[in-house]
């Protein structure tokens, strides 16, 4: 079965500091993989989607994640935080007909 | 312009009540899906159907029955309430293929006292 780790409950960083939250997967297949972010009080969004074409993957509010094969990760990074980027933040991995989650990251930033 | 909207958005009952909770799609997907998120934000998927028909059904009590009418409605019915049960439920949608992306509903939020 496929599963992620988000590796911290909570990260804090400064505002305009580089956010980092970091997200490891296990897949026996090229996986799917997915960064979600949930502002308070709402429903999931989709920040970006890999699906094995580049490796290198751009999303939306100025976030990126990198997947690396060798070492199953696929970190979320975005180079200034913004006080807005305050959210929780959710990495899966898509297994057949569904999605999984990871327990998520708690992104607070600093003034 | 809603994509995909759920109601009621907070629900509280008393322990032993059945309860429905409503969610329809306007993009055109033909798999929904329900999840149920804890107090400490995890997520769960609990039931998924492709045009109606129920393609995943996870471990869940079986006080919980999903109704699809239609592929752009999925509709969770809570039989006999309990204190476990209070948690934000969120419908989803998407086309059925590997790597697509779901869109989710605001949630709602159920509180059993």
């Known amino acids: 079965a496929q599963s992620v780790t988000q590796l911290g409950s909570h990260v804090s960083v400064s505002e305009g500091a580089l956010v980092l939250l970091r997200c490891n997967y296990s897949?026996?297949?090229?996986?799917?993989l997915f960064w979600y972010v949930q502002y308070p009080n709402q429903g999931l969004q989709l920040l970006l989607k890999y699906t094995s074409a580049a490796t290198l993957v751009k999303g939306i509010n100025g976030f990126e994640a990198e997947f690396k094969k060798s070492e199953t990760s696929f970190h979320l990074t975005k180079p200034s935080a913004h006080m807005s980027d305050a959210a929780e933040y959710f990495c899966?991995?898509?297994?057949?007909?569904?999605?999984?989650f990871g327990k998520g990251t708690r992104l607070h930033i600093l003034p | 312009d809603t994509a995909v909207s759920q109601t009621p958005k907070y629900l509280v009952t008393q322990m032993g009540n059945d309860k429905s909770i409503k969610c329809e799609q306007n993009?055109?997907?033909?798999?929904m899906y329900w999840y149920k998120q804890d107090s400490k934000k995890f997520l769960k998927i609990m039931f998924s159907?492709?045009?109606?028909?129920?393609?995943i059904n996870e471990t869940v009590p079986n006080r919980f029955s999903p109704k699809s009418p239609d592929k752009a409605h999925l509709n969770l019915h809570i039989n006999s309430l309990e204190l476990g049960d209070s948690a934000v439920y969120f419908c989803a949608s998407s086309h059925l293929a590997g790597g697509n992306e779901q869109f989710f509903g605001p949630g709602t939020r159920l509180t059993v006292l």
């Open positions: 899966a991995v898509s297994e057949g007909d569904k999605i999984i």
């Open positions: 897949s026996s297949v090229p996986p799917y």
């Open positions: 159907y492709n045009n109606k028909e129920l393609i």
């Open positions: 993009l055109g997907h033909d798999t």
